[in-house]
């Protein structure tokens, strides 16, 4: 380091980043254009926002600040606002109808990225509604620059009980993982993992924990269900130890049925697995389990067949701990709703391609194209009791 500069290995000079100095707030373009050269209409404004929605306004906000100068943006040719705090950190502030960097019209690129929350292609948003494909594609990469916690659950409490797993994709052919935390119905992480060891997914889930820890400092999920993966077990442990492990058991039901399909006994089978997965308490679930394993070994199942019947069974206590969770999750559905979109979406793009940074980034914005995706109008008016 020299001064203010990075001497990087290759001899360039490279400025260390000033972090995120945006604050954006919900201001029509029509609002921007009478206040913005009005100090004292976008001080009101200002103060007005930060009355309303605090969590949009650095920590360091409330204590004062002073405006600091006007500038013009070179990309949109609209002036943009900048304020100094007490603490002499410098913002931009960025009316809500421009996107991050001002690299668009929100208007303009809503359809686009609607689009994208289904797979379109890039070249094919670019032959419809313009531009180029890299531009569509650094367009939506962007998005994973924001917080998924922050952004999706900031006025709200963080859920209880989280599901997580690992979404296997390529890199031009490389293997990785996709770390993939979910609650509330909502995707709450997604972070790159070069593999699947404990301290690559406890780097990986790491992210996560200090995202769910900026909304509240003292944040520890009381259950999170989890596949077999010991590596996955090992992560949340490290990271969260006070957390109850809750084993999926449909990973188990499933591991049944693919070695399974040409059983005759397959039907019964299913029956009696799904009969014990409902049982009323902890104790008639463990004796349903037993009935289920003595029943299996007096059948004319396969070798294979057995052996996962039989791990099933065996593993009725760990099964048996959401007794104590009745709000845990017992098995992964809500995760795989989410995940069998991740897998459309980055199947037809033929997975992940380009820098390891940049297809973390993809990930993530495929995360809040999720979150935010509208429902169907139909689905919408159900819930809605319509």
């Given at each position: 380091m020299h001064g203010r500069r990075w001497i990087m290995a290759d001899g360039t000079v490279a400025r260390p980043s000033r972090g995120h100095r945006t604050i954006c707030l919900p201001i029509s373009e029509d609002s921007n254009a009478h206040t913005v050269d009005d100090p004292a209409a976008f001080r009101l404004l200002l103060d007005e926002a930060f009355r309303a929605t605090p969590e949009l306004f650095p920590p360091g906000f409330a204590r004062g600040y002073e405006l600091k100068d006007e500038r013009t943006s070179a990309k949109r040719g609209l002036p943009i606002r900048r304020i100094r705090l007490r603490d002499g950190a410098a913002y931009s502030v960025r009316p809500s109808f421009l996107m991050p960097y001002m690299t668009a019209r929100v208007a303009d690129v809503e359809g686009p990225l609607f689009l994208r929350t289904f797979g379109v292609p890039f070249w094919e948003l670019a032959s419809v509604f313009g531009r180029n494909p890299l531009f569509w594609y650094r367009l939506t990469c962007g998005l994973g620059r924001s917080s998924i916690v922050v952004t999706t659950v900031r006025r709200a409490r963080l859920p209880e009980h989280l599901l997580a797993d690992e979404n296997h994709q390529t890199i031009d052919g490389e293997k990785v993982y996709l770390a993939t935390t979910v609650g509330g119905g909502c995707v709450l992480d997604v972070e790159l993992a070069a593999?699947?060891?404990?301290?690559?997914?406890?780097?990986?889930?790491?992210?996560?924990?200090?995202?769910?820890?900026?909304?509240?400092?003292?944040?520890?999920?009381?259950?999170?269900?989890?596949?077999?993966?010991?590596?996955?077990?090992?992560?949340?442990?490290?990271?969260?130890?006070?957390?109850?492990?809750?084993?999926?058991?449909?990973?188990?039901?499933?591991?049944?049925?693919?070695?399974?399909?040409?059983?005759?006994?397959?039907?019964?089978?299913?029956?009696?697995?799904?009969?014990?997965?409902?049982?009323?308490?902890?104790?008639?679930?463990?004796?349903?389990?037993?009935?289920?394993?003595?029943?299996?070994?007096?059948?004319?199942?396969?070798?294979?067949?057995?052996?996962?019947?039989?791990?099933?069974?065996?593993?009725?206590?760990?099964?048996?701990?959401a007794d104590s969770h009745p709000h845990g999750r017992r098995t992964s559905n809500m995760l795989d709703r989410m995940m069998r979109g991740m897998n459309r979406y980055f199947d037809r793009g033929q997975h992940l391609h380009s820098s390891p940074a940049a297809c973390r980034l993809h990930g993530r914005a495929w995360a809040l194209l999720a979150n935010y995706a509208p429902w169907h109008p139909a689905v919408a008016r159900a819930n809605a009791g319509w």
């Open positions: 593999s699947a060891g404990a301290a690559a997914l406890t780097d990986a889930y790491g992210v996560f924990q200090a995202e769910a820890r900026d909304v509240e400092p003292e944040y520890t999920p009381r259950t999170v269900s989890v596949d077999c993966w010991t590596a996955t077990h090992q992560a949340w442990l490290t990271l969260f130890p006070l957390v109850v492990l809750l084993r999926c058991f449909l990973h188990g039901w499933l591991n049944i049925r693919s070695r399974g399909k040409l059983s005759e006994t397959l039907r019964e089978l299913s029956q009696r697995v799904w009969e014990a997965y409902h049982a009323p308490s902890r104790r008639s679930f463990a004796q349903r389990l037993r009935r289920l394993r003595e029943w299996a070994r007096r059948q004319a199942m396969s070798a294979w067949l057995q052996e996962q019947v039989e791990k099933l069974c065996g593993r009725s206590k760990e099964y048996a701990r």
